[in-house]
């Protein structure tokens, strides 16, 4: 029942996407639970509701709402938890160079788009971990990918996650950059539902 909202967004006043946020977390050993962190700004460009720079950080049993990069981790030394959470948006909702580890949160994709953009650095060994997670989607949703790489080197693992029939075969996409491809490191682990077919 408590809520922090905010609904900057990129255009206004030229901003650009990383002062948008309605809570950033610059401290580390950080702990938050049962919060709900919304940017409700009109889908008109890059939203941020929470951005993590912090190392350490722990989110237990929040909602994370808002459309176009929901969620920034956005900082490549930073260690971030996420379990039982709820976690939405329209595109690269979930994005930057943390590691971050997602433990049986939901999901859940607003729009034909893209869920993850990570931007891993090249000398970290991981970067998302989706572990017993459920991948949902609103009513006429059919064509996500997993992800895309922001960044060469992006680290995204989806394993044991239930995944609805919204998630693509092809499961990930290039940001229609052949180099991403050499670099990205991608996976799918003993996942469950209709999008989780590796065969394309």
Known sequence: STI??????????????????????LCSGIRLENLTIENNAEQLGQAVSLHVEGDRCELVG???????????????????????????????????????WFEQCIIH????????????????????????????????????????PWRAYAYTLFMNCEMDGHIVAEGWDNWRNAENEKSARYAEYRNVGPGANTAK
């Open 109 to 148: 994709s607003k729009r034909n788009s893209y869920i993850t953009a990570a931007s891993t650095p090249q000398e970290n060994p991981y970067g998302y971990v989706f572990n017993r997670c459920h991948l949902t989607a609103d009513a006429g949703v059919d064509k996500v990918y997993l992800g895309r």
């Open 4 to 25: 922090l909202t905010w609904n900057d967004h990129a255009k206004i006043n030229n901003m650009g996407t990383f002062k948008t946020y309605t809570l950033q977390i």
């Open 62 to 100: 929040c909602r994370l709402l808002g459309n176009q990069d929901t969620l920034f981790t956005g900082n490549g030394s930073s260690r971030q938890y996420y379990r039982n959470c709820y976690i939405e948006g329209t595109t690269d909702f979930i994005f930057g160079p943390a590691t971050a």
